[in-house]
């Protein structure tokens, strides 16, 4: 089942899109599988979730964090990752520097952009982005590199909307590459869940975050 569906996924994603299975939740034995049939990335959204999966599973892994990263819990995942995808506060992003910087790493992250109608989402507005990005304020980083945006899309079935929510995504991220074209390997437009990620795709994604289609219902 895992198997046929990842293979089914990654024969669907057009070329320079790439695919982060979402195994928070799930079992090792999950991801294992999931990993026999040639998937590599895998996110997670809690800190110890993901240390003790590091630590049960093959080391050529990708683990991404997706979720929302407490400040106390930064200390424990740098060095852990291969992307950060939700940066979703300057403190946090001044943090995972400080945080690297002090260990000796470089860690990569993505800026998570809000724009999803729904209140408890965390991120940054686009507006607080583009600003972020005019006045430059990424040069102070010392061991961090901003590799992209990360967003979700409202959760609605208005699929116009849904679209929407995607388009000011991937704009957002082309208004930085104009505000500043010197940013180095900021490609990355991570947006596309199970229900939603062929739109995500039409409207630019180039990673998308799939759980539920692969691994089944989260049971929380
Ligand atoms: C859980 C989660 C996903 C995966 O959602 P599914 O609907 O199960 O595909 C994607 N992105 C983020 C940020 C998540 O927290």
């Not at 034995?29 to 809690?46: D, K, P």
């Not at 990360?150 to 909307?161: K, L, P, Q, Y």
């Not at 704009?171 to 074209?181: E, G, K, N, W, Y």
């Not at 900021?186 to 975050?209: C, K, N, P, Q, Y």
């Amino acid at each position: 089942m895992i198997a046929e569906e990842i293979k089914k996924i990654h024969a669907e994603l057009p070329d320079g899109v790439k695919l982060c299975a979402v195994s928070k939740f799930h079992p090792a034995e999950a991801v294992r599988e999931a990993y026999e049939a040639g998937q590599r990335i895998f996110g997670e959204s809690r800190v110890q979730e993901l240390l003790a999966k590091v630590g049960e599973l093959p080391s050529d892994i990708q683990w991404h964090f997706i979720g929302h990263l407490q400040t106390n819990k930064v200390r424990s995942l740098i060095g852990k990752t291969s992307l950060i995808e939700s940066v979703d506060s300057e403190r946090l992003l001044e943090l995972i520097d400080r945080e690297s910087d002090r260990v000796g790493v470089v860690t990569r992250v993505l800026m998570q952009i809000h724009v999803a109608k729904e209140e408890t989402k965390f991120g940054f507005s686009p507006e607080e982005l583009l600003e972020y990005f005019e006045q430059r304020r990424f040069q102070s980083l010392k061991a961090t590199h901003i590799c992209g945006v990360m967003g979700m899309a409202s959760n609605t079935d208005d699929i116009t909307r849904v679209r929407e929510d995607f388009r000011l995504i991937s704009q957002t991220h082309r208004r930085i590459l104009d505000i500043a074209p010197d940013l180095r390997n900021f490609d990355i437009v991570s947006m596309g869940m199970s229900g939603d990620w062929h739109i995500a795709v039409e409207e630019g994604s180039t990673l998308v975050r799939i759980g539920t289609a692969i691994f089944g219902e989260r049971v929380y």
